[in-house]
Every structure is written in structure tokens, then in C-alpha cells.
């Protein structure tokens, strides 16, 4: 089946400096992935849509440049934490869809996610 | 803007039962719906996709129903087993982007 790979998946950092993290999709093209932020007991909150060869699109609330996101090829897309924050400490996860196929019958599969703990 | 409930919240049964958890979403104008499994610590899972003009579909011990009329699908789990623990999430896919509930967060005690 469809594999996402998130790396890494749990990263420690202080206050001020900068984290990268890639997803790629290993089996198949992505135009678009899709960045979340997972808080505790609460739903996936979309960040940004990724588009490949083009500007993401960021969600109402939150900060691009804070939130760097590159998708150079069709099968990677990072995200930089730049100067991070205390506040920026989450569980960040990303998902694609295949680009081959219609939106209604490809399902989104995702990353194993990135634990980020900023001190 | 869409929004997506699940009921119940938790959910705690003795192994062997028959599970059936809830999600509920206010616009019909989707185009899917996913059921996902999101196992501590980790990313989502898809188990299930049910397309708009589609009204269930099934996966060994898993099912699914979409009714988009009443805005509703269910996740029935047969023969539940203590390796089902997990939380389980439906995103609702409208606008090529799924809004997604918080989930049912399932314990299967032996």
C-alpha cells in the first residue's frame, strides 16, 4: 500500500533555533500534501496545503513565516519550524494523496508524525 | 465550513464485543469519507474510504456505512479484540481538503 515516511519522528530543540522536518511519499506522486498539527485530545488542525512546484497555501491563523513549507519535487515536502517557541512544541503530521486517480476515490494516507519539543 | 462530530468520545468493552462508533458531519457535499486508526504517538492509519456515491464498505472485521443525507457514517467493529485499542478518526472530504472529528478513543480489555 501507499507509504508517507516523516522524518524525524521526535526532535528536541531550544528556544530560537530552527527544525526541519520532510515527508515523502514513497510509492507514488503527490501534487499536494498536507501539513496538521495534532494537540492532545484534540482533532488534526490543517496548517498549510503543499503544492509542488508552487506556493503553499496556509490556513486562516497561521504564521508562513514561521511555518516554511517547500515542495520541490512530487514526492517531498518539508516543513521548518523557524525560531521556535516553547508554544511551537506539538505532534506534527503530514499526509498525501496519490495524484494519480480522482480526489473522491483516493484516500489520504499519512505520515508517522513528528513529536517536537522546543525547551 | 464543515464540522465533524464523533460520538462516543471513549469507549471501554470487554474483547469479543461488537463495537459501532459515530460520526456525524453538518454538509452532505463531500466527496468521500475516511475512517482512520491512530495508534498513540503515531500518524493515522486509513482503514476504510467510502466514496459520495457509495454506501458502505467493508474490510475484513470493519464496516463502514455513509449515509450523506442525514450527514452520518458508522464504523461497526466485529469481534473486538484488545489489538483494536486505538483512537479512531473520520475525515470528511469536501473541498479536496477532509475536515476531521476528535475522535473515539477505543480500549479492548482482554
Known amino acids: 500500500g501507499a507509504v508517507v515516511s516523516q522524518h524525524p519522528s521526535r526532535v528536541i530543540c531550544k528556544s530560537g533555533t530552527s527544525v526541519k522536518i520532510e515527508c515523502r511519499s514513497l510509492d507514488f506522486q503527490a501534487t499536494t500534501m498536507f501539513w496538521y498539527r495534532q494537540f492532545p485530545k484534540k482533532s488534526l488542525m490543517l496548517m498549510a496545503t503543499s503544492n509542488e512546484g508552487s506556493k503553499a497555501t496556509y490556513e486562516q491563523g497561521v504564521e508562513k513565516d514561521k511555518f516554511l513549507i517547500n515542495h520541490a519535487s512530487l514526492t517531498l515536502s518539508t516543513l521548518t519550524v523557524t525560531s521556535a517557541h516553547p508554544e511551537d512544541s506539538s505532534f506534527y503530521i503530514c499526509s498525501a494523496r496519490d495524484a494519480v486517480g480522482g480526489v473522491e476515490s483516493s484516500p489520504l494516507h499519512f505520515g508517522n508524525g513528528t513529536r517536537l519539543t522546543v525547551t | 465550513k464543515q464540522e465533524v462530530t464523533q460520538i462516543p468520545a471513549a469507549l471501554s468493552v470487554p474483547e469479543g464485543e461488537n463495537l459501532v462508533l459515530n460520526c456525524s458531519f453538518t454538509d452532505s457535499a463531500i466527496y468521500n469519507l475516511q475512517w482512520f486508526r491512530q495508534d498513540p504517538g503515531k500518524g493515522l492509519t486509513s482503514l476504510l474510504l467510502?466514496?459520495?456515491?457509495?454506501r458502505e464498505q467493508t474490510s475484513g472485521r470493519l464496516n463502514a456505512s455513509l449515509d450523506k443525507s442525514s450527514g452520518r457514517s458508522t464504523l461497526y467493529i466485529a469481534a473486538s479484540q484488545p489489538g483494536d485499542s486505538a483512537t479512531y478518526l473520520c475525515?470528511?472530504?469536501?473541498?479536496?481538503?477532509?475536515?476531521f472529528g476528535r475522535g473515539t478513543s477505543l480500549i479492548v480489555h482482554p
Open positions: 475525515g470528511a472530504g469536501g473541498s479536496y481538503i477532509p475536515t
Open positions: 467510502i466514496q459520495s456515491s457509495q
